[in-house]
């Protein structure tokens, strides 16, 4: 898709970061933007801000980890605006550094309802409508935490393997109808992502650590989400980083595990 001009386009979790700055750029493209997220201020501020500035925007407080709501919103768009032309499947979670045996059974499952759940429920709900466009795309946010495994991430990573491989295989059986699909891998980008997380140790001090390694900022990110639809890229690499990542899962698919255990203790255990 190259023009997003009087485009309907639904980007989850937009109160904040990168589906914050999907919502600001695409609506200055002239496209019609629909929000959702579970953060009714956040939200509201998105939408108010892209509205000042002459855009559209409508906001809906949905719950991603939700199939209840998933739904509810569906037939509530549906009804109201007939059919949507991109959906960005971007609202996500994480949890602070934790070894994997001491993640709660409520945590897993959330982060597993929202990051894995919510990409397929949404794109169940809206996919029927996307097929039914003369032109449309689907773009679900993975990370580079899809491309490689790490320690002391194992339920994101896990749910981030499930987005990747779901939006593959689904490619595959769209390659015959008018809906591009894309994987977004964003390296690190300066979000509330590990703010908003849930954390088992110092919250503020990973939020911190977090900062000083992401080195792509939200605006950024969004441009370069946006470039790579533009050009029908089917794997979207966010920042240095993720393209750094990438190689390095490609070149050494296994022994990356040493590698990044490396960089783990040497960056983090200070
Ligand atoms: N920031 C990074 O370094 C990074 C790297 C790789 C992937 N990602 C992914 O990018 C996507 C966007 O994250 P971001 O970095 O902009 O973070 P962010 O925290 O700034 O934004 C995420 C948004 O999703 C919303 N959200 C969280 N749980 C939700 C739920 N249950 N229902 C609805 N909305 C919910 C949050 O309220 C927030 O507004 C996520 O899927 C994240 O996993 C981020």
């Not at 429920?121 to 029927?128: E, G, K, V």
């Not at 994987?183 to 001090?205: E, F």
């Amino acid at each position: 898709m190259k023009n997003f001009k009087d485009k309907k386009i639904i980007i989850t979790g937009g109160g904040s970061g990168m589906g914050r700055h999907l919502a600001y750029q695409l609506a200055n493209e002239g496209a019609e933007i629909f929000i959702t997220d579970i953060n009714a201020q956040t939200l509201k501020e998105t939408e108010q801000e892209i509205i000042s500035k002459g855009g559209k925007c409508k906001s809906y407080v949905v719950d991603s980890g939700s199939e209840q709501q998933i739904y509810a919103f569906k037939e509530k768009f549906l009804a109201e605006e007939k059919y949507v032309d991109v959906l960005f499947n971007n609202a996500g979670m994480a949890l602070g550094e934790i070894e994997f045996m001491e993640v709660k059974d409520e945590h897993l499952k959330k982060i597993i309802d929202v990051n894995m759940w919510g990409v397929i429920h949404f794109t169940r709900a809206f996919l029927p409508t996307l097929i039914s466009r003369p032109e449309a795309h689907l773009v679900n946010t993975s990370s580079v935490f899809g491309i490689i495994g790490v320690r002391t991430q194992v339920p994101y990573c896990t749910t981030k393997f499930a987005v990747r491989g779901f939006t593959e295989a689904l490619r595959m059986e769209l390659s015959d109808t008018n809906v591009t699909v894309s994987c977004v891998h964003p390296g690190g980008i300066k979000t509330n992502i590990a703010r908003n997380g849930i954390h088992y140790k110092d919250g503020d001090k990973s939020a911190n650590q977090f900062d000083e390694v992401a080195i792509t900022t939200a605006e950024d990110a969004a441009t370069i989400i946006i470039n790579g639809i533009k050009k029908g890229k089917e794997k979207i690499l966010v920042g240095v980083d993720a393209k750094l990542i990438d190689k390095i899962a490609r070149w050494f698919p296994v022994k990356y595990s040493g590698l990044f255990k490396w960089i783990h203790e040497k960056k983090f255990k200070k």
